[in-house]
């Protein structure tokens, strides 16, 4: 079965600072790969998405970025962190690009900028 | 392009029925229904594909209507597991987008 390492559990980055979070997977090839973020007490936003290496689709205009430099590897990135980036960021993958069986989670990144 | 769902919170006793709605404005392929703890990731529920499917899974089981673009959870003889943050997650006929639903807050008490 699939798992996804996403690292750091936690982070405090001051205003301006810039950010970079990876994500991992193993256990299968080609997936989908998804970035969600979730502030406090709301649903699951979707942030973007990657259907193969080097192709990313971004849902909302901010100022974060994602790549996808390998095939099971995620990056969400940002040059200059707002106050409102602050989140929960959740990286997610399904496997062989299909949606017929769950989506795996990492265990997400608690974000507070300050 | 995010699903809605309804209610937005609810509060149950032990024992007691509850159900989550999940619309989408988009035709789907499938629905997924995930329960979320403070601070921790999503734990899958079920999946249910086109087709009109209806799952259930112990006290919990859903069903999917693909022509009104909806799908409900059903929770029966609720516990004090139950408790959390329930989202439904939606893919549609045309991409590889996932949404995720606006989620639902169950808490359930003695």
């Known amino acids: 079965s699939q798992t996804i390492h996403q690292w750091p559990a936690t982070l405090v980055q001051p205003v301006g600072s810039p950010l970079s979070l990876e994500c991992t997977v193993e256990?299968?090839?080609?997936?989908?790969l998804y970035w969600y973020r979730q502030a406090a007490g709301r649903g699951l936003q979707l942030l973007f998405y990657s259907v193969g290496i080097g192709q990313i689709s971004s849902e909302v205009p901010q100022n974060l970025s994602a790549s996808r430099p390998q095939d099971r590897q995620f990056i969400l990135s940002s040059k200059k962190l707002l106050l409102s980036d602050s989140g929960f960021y959740l990286c997610?993958?399904?496997?062989?690009?299909?949606?017929?069986?769950?989506?795996?989670f990492g265990q997400g990144t608690r974000l507070t900028v300050v | 392009q995010q699903p809605v769902q309804s209610p937005q919170a609810v509060i149950l006793r032990e024992g007691e029925d509850a159900v989550i709605n999940c619309s989408s404005s988009?035709?789907?392929?499938?629905v997924h229904w995930y329960r979320q703890k403070h601070g921790e990731a999503p734990v899958f529920l079920m999946i249910?594909?086109?087709?009109?499917e209806q799952k259930g899974h112990e006290k919990i089981s859903a069903s999917f209507n693909e022509k009104k673009q909806q799908s409900s959870l059903y929770l029966t003889a609720s516990q004090l597991s139950y408790s959390g943050t329930y989202f439904c997650g939606t893919e549609s006929d045309t991409g590889n987008q996932f949404y995720f639903g606006t989620g639902t807050s169950l808490t359930v008490i003695p």
């Open positions: 988009k035709a789907l392929y499938s």
């Open positions: 997610a993958c399904s496997s062989d690009g299909t949606l017929n069986t769950e989506a795996f």
């Open positions: 249910l594909l086109k087709g009109g």
């Open positions: 256990g299968t090839s080609n997936p989908n």
